[in-house]
């Protein structure tokens, strides 16, 4: 069983960043893969980015060269870089991490790109 944190999102125009953070209650160094996702009102929640931990990265189409996930096994926590942000990046971004068959989700961060 794993916990997850999510902090670090905000409100920001578009063309700007932000660093989430997701803080595991647990050492992340065993789990294969997490994940960050994104739920905007309305729609279904989808995969923005995933790390192995081998520290492998692969993202969606829609965020290729401006986000960058990436973790840090020594502090348990997953980070995802979000630059040149538009306001289609709106939605609320929340940690997944897959132990032993069972999805863990953290409680989500709202993220707001104004135009």
């Known amino acids: 069983q794993v916990q997850l944190v999510e902090s670090g999102g905000g409100l920001v125009q578009a063309g700007g960043s932000l660093k989430l953070s997701c803080a595991a209650s647990?050492?992340?160094?065993?789990?294969?893969?997490m994940d960050w996702y994104r739920q905007a009102p309305g729609k279904q929640r989808d995969l923005v980015a995933r790390i192995t931990s081998g520290g492998s990265a692969s993202y969606a189409d829609s965020v290729k060269g401006r986000f960058t996930i990436s973790r840090d096994n020594a502090k348990n926590t997953v980070y995802l870089q979000m630059n040149s942000l538009k306001p289609e990046d709106t939605a609320v971004y929340y940690c997944n991490a897959l132990v032993a068959s069972n999805d863990y989700w953290g409680q989500g961060t709202q993220v707001t790109v104004s135009s």
């Open positions: 647990r050492s992340i160094f065993s789990i294969a893969t």
